[in-house]
């Protein structure tokens, strides 16, 4: 169990919802429409991604291939290639855009956090306050990057896409040897979006007792059923991608959510905390009376004299069960009648010796 900005994170707390807007907005004033909508929909927080596409990607001729929705209503989709650079261009802020966006969502009471990919993106991170800081799946190996983020302090949010459990236990090593026990091992399966063989949710638990920390999932698919399935498996955070338009011809909007669609991904997945109840077996007393409705109460096949014996072939079992329960009847046998009584009566300790 662990905390970011205050709210509890591991197993028995509420879900921790995470809104990531951060491969889907174009600009600042895109970026706090973002915010805001997450905001309002009960998300516990928005991520982002600080990077400088300059330095993380010299070659400008690398590509990144991704599926785009052109048609919401048939699903029908078409595969593109792009500059790896000019994808990352899209989502770039300057530090003052960055600052006024933390201030932005303080104002609305979610979470701010982001991936970091540069030591002076940490730095830009921890003075504006983040509680938590995400390291990508790119970066699961390099393990300096992983133990300098770990020295601020901030919860350490694991990307593990392509990644062995070897690569996560260094990973995990690393922001351990730098002092920092706030992690979260998140299972991201990779693809935009993501092939379901790819996802593995069953990952999930197998984490959780390996490496003793709270376990997310951030989704690459389309709906939200996956994220369902894995609340239910036991991850507790889930990540999801939000867009103003799925059909955006760029990168991760096709398995975004749209705004009508954020609020029930919020609902459902708080409807499915109720459901899940608890490992101990309670029944609440409306339906403990439901259930003696349908249950059955040891009755009379016929008429009965004061004084008479009771005998197994003068009872049977009929609903409802207010009365005594069949699997006491074996205590009733030898028993005196203390009086007359009628067939279909429904017996009681009372009527006996």
Request: glycine share 8%; charged share 25%.
């Amino acid at each position: 169990m662990l905390t970011i900005n205050g709210k509890s994170i591991g197993d028995g707390a509420p879900t921790f919802i995470v809104f990531e807007a951060g491969p889907t907005h174009d600009g600042l004033a895109k970026a706090k429409k973002l915010v805001s909508l997450a905001a309002e929909a009960g998300g516990d927080a928005v991520k982002f991604q600080v990077l400088d596409p300059d330095r993380l990607v010299p070659d400008r001729n690398q590509l990144v291939t991704y599926d785009i929705l052109l048609d919401r209503q048939t699903g029908a989709r078409k595969t593109v290639s792009e500059s790896l650079y000019e994808v990352l261009c899209r989502r770039t802020l300057s530090f003052e855009e960055w600052k006024e966006l933390k201030h932005y969502c303080d104002d609305l009471g979610i979470t701010f956090f982001a991936t970091a990919t540069f030591r002076d993106e940490v730095d830009l991170l921890e003075n504006l306050g983040c509680d938590t800081i995400k390291i990508c799946s790119g970066d699961v190996n390099h393990l300096s990057f992983i133990e300098y983020c770990a020295r601020t302090g901030m919860c350490i949010q694991l990307d593990t896409g392509n990644s062995t459990i070897g690569d996560v236990e260094r990973a995990v090593d690393a922001a351990l040897d730098a002092g920092n026990e706030r992690i979260v091992v998140h299972n991201c399966p990779s693809g935009y979006p993501a092939r379901l063989e790819s996802i593995n949710l069953r990952i999930i638990p197998t984490l959780k007792q390996m490496f003793g920390v709270p376990v997310a999932f951030s989704d690459h698919t389309p709906g939200w059923e996956m994220d369902i399935a894995a609340v239910a498996l036991g991850a507790n955070i889930v990540e999801k991608t939000i867009t103003l338009d799925r059909t955006t011809p760029s990168v991760e909007h096709l398995f975004s959510l749209e705004p009508e669609d954020m609020k029930r991904f919020v609902r459902s997945i708080r409807e499915l905390e109720i459901a899940l109840g608890s490992t101990r077996r309670i029944i609440t007393k409306a339906e403990r009376e439901k259930s003696l409705a349908v249950r059955r109460s040891v009755v009379l096949k016929t008429d009965v004299r004061e004084g008479q014996t009771l005998e197994g072939d003068l009872i049977e079992f009929a609903r409802p069960g207010y009365g005594i329960p069949p699997n006491m009847a074996s205590e009733l046998l030898g028993r005196v009648f203390k009086k007359d009584l009628p067939e279909g009566h429904r017996l009681q300790w009372s009527d006996l010796e």
